[in-house]
């Protein structure tokens, strides 16, 4: 049983493009995280969201609370954006999506 | 900014050992977190730890697994006889928004 599912799995975008990626959790939560995995493994907390959106330069995150939805979007995409994206809620414990490997070529 | 700094990098133990590991999280904090990923997985909640006691476990968190803060200012994962299984990356975090590189185990 996964509570929260992201999508796509894997995600391949020209230098430029808009990207959205989508994750639905199926817990009550106080909070939804959207992280950051590169390569080297290391993690970084992009936004974390209870309701409405946040941007923060070419990143944007938003959040459906009554749909249990939220969408992270980049805008402009560039190769340093190539990581791992992660959704993860934050309810009694932390449930984490299996993450949308992100691939931007120039 | 501050950082979760976590030692070491990467552990290599044979299987039956114990292990400890390290984590210094943000001093004014008040919620630390283990977690562990797998090679190839998502990453999996293990504890939090809030005021010196475990807050939450997952059902991954089992009687080999244990958490102290000693001293204030480390906060440790110790795993009892270590398994194959336990093969993985382990972060630690504190609050829920600053996450440590990680410490690599592997079990031989």
């Known amino acids: 049983k996964n509570e929260v599912e992201q999508s796509p799995q894997n995600l391949t975008a020209q230098e430029g493009e808009f990207i959205t990626i989508n994750c639905s959790y199926s817990v009550g939560i106080s909070a939804l995280h959207w992280l950051q995995q590169h390569p080297g493994g290391g993690i970084v907390s992009l936004f974390m969201l209870s309701s409405g959106k946040k941007k923060h330069g070419r990143l944007i995150a938003t959040i459906n609370i009554q749909e249990k939805h939220s969408s992270l979007h980049i805008t402009a995409s560039h190769p340093r954006d190539s990581a791992v994206y992660i959704c993860?809620?934050?309810?009694?414990?932390?449930?984490f999506g299996t993450g949308t490997s992100l691939t931007v070529i120039p | 900014e501050p950082e979760v700094t976590q030692t070491p990098s990467h552990q290599v133990t044979q299987m039956g050992q114990e292990v400890i590991l390290r984590c210094v999280p943000i001093s004014n904090h008040l919620y630390f977190y283990w977690y562990r990923q797998i090679l190839g997985q998502k990453v999996e909640f293990l504890v939090s730890f809030y005021n010196n006691e475990i807050s939450e476990k997952s059902e991954i968190f089992d009687d080999q697994f244990s958490v102290e803060r000693p001293d204030g200012s480390n906060f440790t994962l110790k795993i009892r006889s270590t398994k194959l299984e336990d093969s993985a990356m382990y972060f630690c975090a504190s609050s829920k928004e600053v996450f440590g590189d990680g410490t690599r185990l592997s079990i031989l």
């Open positions: 993860a809620a934050a309810g009694n414990q932390f449930y």
